[in-house]
């Protein structure tokens, strides 16, 4: 069965140093992976997505991932933090053929001065 | 263009009265799902429609949870009899079609609580 692990419950960084939101997952087979961003009392905005083409995915606000099949890892980064990326953070994977997301428990991101 | 919209934003009851949660999908998009987030918890999948094709159930939590759409457009979701645990903010996503690398979009959520 596929899933996703978040390996950290909360990340605190400060303002311009990097970013890292570390996610494995498991899958039998070649997965569809997503990153998607949940702001204080809005819904998730997608962040970037991974579906079998290249390894290092490039998202919106400056984010990236790669994709490692060797280390079944699927991290995110971003090079410098903004207080603006203040925000939960949650790493999926889609499971099934119909589009069925598994959600990581997330990542509390926070941004400090 | 337009994202998915969800009304109410905001919903207060009383434990055991009927509430109904609506999602209006982006334009276009023939799929679409609900979720359930509890306080501090990631989403719990709760159930799918594509198109007019009979919609996967399989998460809802209970018989008291119920969820309508017709063709390919909004959506209701229905808790009846609720209970203070149906506390939760309840999120509503549709996508293009319903596929694996397919992205879904979300609206904002109803935030709902039982007193």
């Known amino acids: 069965a596929q899933s996703v692990t978040q390996l950290d419950s909360h990340v605190s960084v400060s303002e311009g140093t990097p970013v890292l939101l570390r996610c ?11 990153w998607y961003v949940q702001h204080p009392n809005k819904g998730l905005q997608l962040l970037l997505k991974y579906t079998s083409a290249a390894t290092l995915v490039k998202g919106i606000n400056g984010f990236e991932a790669e994709f490692k099949k060797s280390e079944t890892s699927f991290h995110l980064t971003k090079p410098s933090a903004h207080m603006s990326d203040a925000a939960e953070y949650f790493c999926v994977v889609s499971v099934g053929s119909w589009g069925k997301l598994q959600f990581g428990a997330g990542t509390q991101v926070v941004v400090t001065p | 263009g337009a994202g998915v919209s969800q009304s109410p934003s905001n919903k207060v009851t009383e434990k055991g009265k009927d509430v109904e949660l609506r999602c209006d999908p982006i334009s276009g998009h023939t799929a679409l799902y609900w979720y359930r987030q509890r306080l501090g918890q990631g989403l719990e999948f709760l159930i799918y429609f594509q198109g007019n094709s009979a919609p996967d159930k399989s998460g809802l939590p209970s018989d008291r949870f119920s969820a309508e759409r017709t063709g390919e457009s909004v959506s209701t979701l229905t808790i009846q009899r609720t209970q203070q645990e149906d506390s939760a903010v309840y999120l509503c996503a549709s996508s293009l079609e ?3 690398n397919q992205p879904q979009h979300f609206g904002d959520g109803t935030r709902l609580s039982i007193l």
């Open chain 1, 24 to 34: 494995n997952y498991s899958s039998s087979y070649s997965p569809s992976l997503f």
């Open chain 2, 98 to 100: 319903g596929t694996s």
